[in-house]
């Protein structure tokens, strides 16, 4: 069985997805993690994210797998572990940016669809319900409003002792809301076969509960 979770920027995905995962004995796939190593390697390049020939053959030097360790996911980035350098606003930022090419997102759907393929896996992203695993036994649409997912960002930042603006967050939520649903390729849409979960007055056990009842009515 394969669980599909797709939502948008802080909406909790990868918190619940990798609880699942372990109560369920799944192989959790973190496919925002690979755009990120992408990302970075375009970043590292100099490589302006508007400049699609460039990320053109610039995607054709990169190699990423997808490795284990403790349960945790790791990306290899050109025989380098990056998940340390991934996490960064930055990051986030171009692989929001060059998402949106196809020769991008080609390269990574033939990967996360050869993971699925191996393994039970929960995988979360924006497109794995509608188009990476578009038979995957459940789907997940998880959300929340905007508010609120800013809130959780500041107060994630906030205990790592990181300075940060609300506002900032805030905007930069919608910012990315707008560009990963407005792209032509493999938008983020809630699949119809997918269950909506809005998480704005939950917490996380109430969700991995919810998310759980799904699944075990998809079985
Ligand atoms: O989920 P995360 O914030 O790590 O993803 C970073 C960016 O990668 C997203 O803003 C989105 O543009 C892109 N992404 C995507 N498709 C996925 C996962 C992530 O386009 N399946």
Known sequence: M??????PAGAGKSTIAKRLAKELD????????MYRAMALYFLEQGIDASDEKEISSASEKVDITIAYQGGEQQVILNGENVNGRIRREEVGNMASATSIYPVVRKKLVALQQKLAATADVIM???DIGTCVLPDAEAKIYLTASVATRAKRRYDELQAKGERCDIAEIEKDIEERDYRDTHRTTSPLKQAEDAVLVDTSEMNIDEVVETIRKICQEKQ
């Open 124 to 126: 979360d992203g924006r």
């Open 2 to 7: 394969n669980i599909a979770i797709d939502g």
């Open 26 to 33: 799944y192989i959790y796939v973190d496919t925002g993690a």
